[in-house]
């Protein structure tokens, strides 16, 4: 939901949401661009204030932070080439020997490969741009990532003919906020409903 422009600046969902938060707050938003897997790190170490970027709301994180939302709804997506798409429609078609796939470090991406794909071949990358890079040089068949991540990959490699799927689980995105302040979550709660609305 997050993405750079050509000349380095933040764009998408998540930054928009960001800068309407900030200025309902009336305080400036400052977009910092964390690897995934040290989002969580960061946060929990006072370095950021809130987690806006694409983030599953699980069970497993819930335990270390808090979170305010859904503000999306989003699910897992197989990215592959258009020639070989038709062979993977399901987390069960990925759960081969046979089936090479990548998946992003720290994403929820990499716990489904690793709970439900333990007979496929996974190579755990560290970002979405190096598991798209397997793809397109041919070492993976597959990209396990959230759709909306998939989607956008598709679009910034056009000339490599790479699909999406529809998304195969259900999976409610949310802001996250270390420690557990009842009055900014009351806040965020509300400010999403009024955006809702």
């Known amino acids: 939901l997050t993405a750079k422009k050509k000349d380095g600046k933040p764009m998408g969902l998540d930054v928009d949401l960001a800068n309407l938060i900030a200025d309902a707050m009336g305080v400036k938003a400052k977009i910092v661009f964390i690897p995934f897997a040290e989002l969580l790190g960061s946060l929990q170490a006072g370095k950021i204030d809130m987690i806006i970027s694409n983030m599953t709301m699980t069970p497993k994180r819930n335990l ?114 270390a420690g557990n302040d009842p009055h900014l979550t009351n806040w965020l709660e509300n400010f999403l409903m009024l955006l809702k609305g």
């Open 64 to 177: 270390q932070v808090v979170f305010v939302g859904p503000y999306f709804m989003s699910g897992q997506a197989v990215l592959t080439t258009k020639s070989a798409s038709a062979s993977f429609q399901s987390l069960a078609s990925l759960n081969k020997p046979d089936v090479p796939l990548a998946v992003p470090a720290g994403t929820t991406s990499a716990m489904i490969a690793k709970e439900r794909l333990s007979k496929a071949s996974v190579t755990v990358t560290k970002n979405m741009d190096d598991a798209v890079n397997l793809l397109v040089a041919g070492k993976v068949k597959v990209v396990l990532s959230d759709a909306v991540t998939s989607a956008l990959a598709t679009g910034r490699y056009k000339d490599k003919n790479l699909i999406s799927s529809d998304p195969l689980t259900f999976e409610p995105i949310g802001i996250a906020i």
